[in-house]
């Protein structure tokens, strides 16, 4: 007589795992290694068993950036502050797309409205709010300050790529595509292109940082013209 084999429980699939197991792919690889296929090999199943619980991989997406904003510290409303609050915030959420590689992709154009993306945006329009900025152009700024830092950090992301194909480091690379890009602008015609040429150090200068604190400051700071005196 043969006595069945135990077959070992097959594990509980969530839609939790397959976000967390999504970021770590892209963290490790970029978006574009990003698969339901790939997922699903993770979990030791097939394909067709995570659309149970995620529709495709664009829904995938939307649920990864809203886990990765999950990750954002709020602060509490601080009204005199409000300016240093919402450039804290940008740099915070700015940061935190960087550590995930591209997946800043992931928010250009749309619009995130998962439950952690929306605390950050309501944080933030409370703090333009409390700086007197009327609610329109409060709700066009934030837009504006969260493009800014997502289409920044997508860049930054492109860089990186560009620096791990290059077998180079980011210093490095940065050093030279400076330098190049300086030789070019400085043999331009001066007749045509007179500032370009006379001011290409300028045009060439500056860390990454530099560049993206002078953005920063002016859009929040330039907000200072539409708050209204109480």
């Not at 250009?108 to 439950?115: S, W």
């Not at 300086?182 to 007179?194: G, H, K, R, T, V």
């Amino acid at each position: 007589m043969s006595w069945p084999v135990e077959r070992p429980a097959r594990k509980l699939i969530t839609r939790g795992e397959i976000v967390r197991i999504g970021l770590r792919l892209v963290r490790a690889e970029g978006i574009d290694a990003l698969s339901m296929r790939r997922i699903a090999t993770e979990l030791d199943t097939g394909p067709s068993s995570l659309y149970a619980h995620v529709a495709n991989k664009d829904e995938l997406l939307r649920l990864m950036f809203d886990e990765m904003c999950g990750l954002m510290t709020i602060p509490e409303l601080d009204p005199p502050r409000w300016k240093e609050q919402i450039k804290e915030l940008a740099r915070a959420g700015h940061q935190l797309m960087i550590d995930h590689n591209d997946l800043a992709r992931a928010a250009l154009a749309t619009v995130p409205v998962g439950p952690n993306a929306l605390r950050i945006s309501n944080a933030m329009f409370g703090m333009l709010l409390a700086g007197g900025i009327p609610p329109r152009v409060g709700a066009w700024a934030m837009d504006r300050i969260f493009l800014y830092i997502t289409a920044d950090a997508y860049e930054y992301s492109i860089w990186r790529k560009q620096v791990r194909n290059a077998g180079s480091d980011k210093d490095t690379f940065i050093t030279e595509l400076g330098r190049e890009t300086l030789a070019y602008f400085e043999q331009l015609p001066e007749d045509i292109y007179p500032h370009i040429k006379t001011y290409a150090t300028a045009l060439v200068g500056g860390s990454v940082d530099a560049r993206f604190e002078l953005g920063l400051e002016l859009l929040v700071d330039g907000l200072d013209k539409y708050a209204v005196v109480s």
